[in-house]
């Protein structure tokens, strides 16, 4: 259930890189509802097709790899070209996979650090001068492990970390006219992310019991924070990476000690 008005976002113009499938897909979909026009973007055709189809009312599907600059600019520019200049640019495309560096090449390493951490640093410059300011929204989607070492994830905690720190550089230079945010979403059911990180359904019970809130997050919870992040109820908000989380981040919360009270 959405605390936020209808109409909220009516006439707005939203970009969504990584929007076709997943946790952005599902904030595409949500500002959609809102009455916003949106552009959602990702490298298969199909599925972009298939998440515009989805998402409705107009939305766009544009096809392009955030590692590639020229291409990024070309898809901002139709996009804006179509719905006007941008009140929200999210950045949420990203791949991980599961190695131990030992067992990851130079270029598996370099990918997810190309994907996650250029890829945002690609659209956020190549969009800027085509966003609504003052008042324009950046989020990017981060995650727990730019602040939490994650053994077999090398790659993703080194690009997310990144990404973090790009978000509060980008707000002091971007600011007024821009504020510039991240979302950093705990696991999130029914979505990639967790179909690789965590695909051993017998573990999830024994996960949801480190995680505060003893739950799996939907989709929705993220949406919603994209939603407020990009609302004037977040006017005096940049350079906050909003953790939506359950509180995974704070450690593990199935400890003994946190039961007999001494944690
Ligand atoms: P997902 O469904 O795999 O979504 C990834 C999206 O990015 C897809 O639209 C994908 O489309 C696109 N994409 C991937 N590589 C791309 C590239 N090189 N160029 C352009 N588009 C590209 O993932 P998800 O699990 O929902 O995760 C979404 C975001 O949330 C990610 O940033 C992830 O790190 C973050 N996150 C997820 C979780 C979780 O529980 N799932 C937790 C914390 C953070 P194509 O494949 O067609 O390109
Ligand atoms: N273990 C070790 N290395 C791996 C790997 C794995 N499971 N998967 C891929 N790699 C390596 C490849 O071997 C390759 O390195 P090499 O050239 O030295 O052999 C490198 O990573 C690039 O792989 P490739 O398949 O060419 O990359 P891609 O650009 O086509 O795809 C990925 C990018 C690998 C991140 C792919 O998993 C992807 O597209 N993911 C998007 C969806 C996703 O991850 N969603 C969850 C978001 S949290």
Redesign the pocket.
């Known amino acids: 259930m959405s605390a936020f008005r209808d109409g909220l976002f009516e006439g707005k113009s939203v970009f969504v890189a990584g929007g076709t499938s997943g946790i952005n897909l599902g904030i595409a979909k949500r500002f959609a509802d809102l009455g916003a026009k949106v552009a959602v973007l990702g490298r298969n055709p199909e599925k972009a097709a298939f998440a515009a189809a989805d998402i409705g009312q107009g939305a766009i599907a544009l096809t392009a790899d955030v590692r590639d600059y020229g291409a990024i600019r070309a898809a901002l520019e139709e996009a804006a070209a179509t719905n006007g200049k941008f009140d929200v640019v999210v950045s949420g495309a990203?791949?991980?996979?599961?190695?131990p560096a030992l067992?990851?090449?130079a270029?598996?390493f370099k990918?997810?650090i190309d994907?996650d951490l250029i890829g945002t640093f690609n659209v956020f410059r190549a969009c800027h001068d085509l966003l609504v300011t003052p008042g324009a929204s950046l989020i990017a989607i981060t995650a727990g492990q730019a602040i939490n070492a994650k053994p077999l994830q090398v790659h993703a905690c080194a690009a997310k970390a990144g990404i973090n720190h790009m978000i509060r550089v980008l707000a002091m230079e971007w600011g007024p006219e821009v504020r510039v945010n991240g979302i950093s979403p705990g696991p999130i059911s029914g979505t990639?992310?967790m179909a690789?990180l965590a695909p051993d359904a017998s573990e999830h019970d024994a996960y949801f019991e480190r995680i505060p809130l003893k739950r799996w997050g939907e989709i929705d919870e993220i949406a919603e924070a994209a939603v407020f992040l990009s609302s004037s109820s977040a006017a005096y908000v940049t350079g906050t990476i909003l953790d939506v989380d359950g509180g995974s981040q704070l450690g593990d919360a199935s400890r003994m000690d946190v039961e007999k009270g001494l944690a």
Do not use: D, H, Q
């Open positions: 990203a791949g991980n996979f599961l190695a067992g990851m090449s270029n598996g990918t997810v994907i990639e992310g690789r």
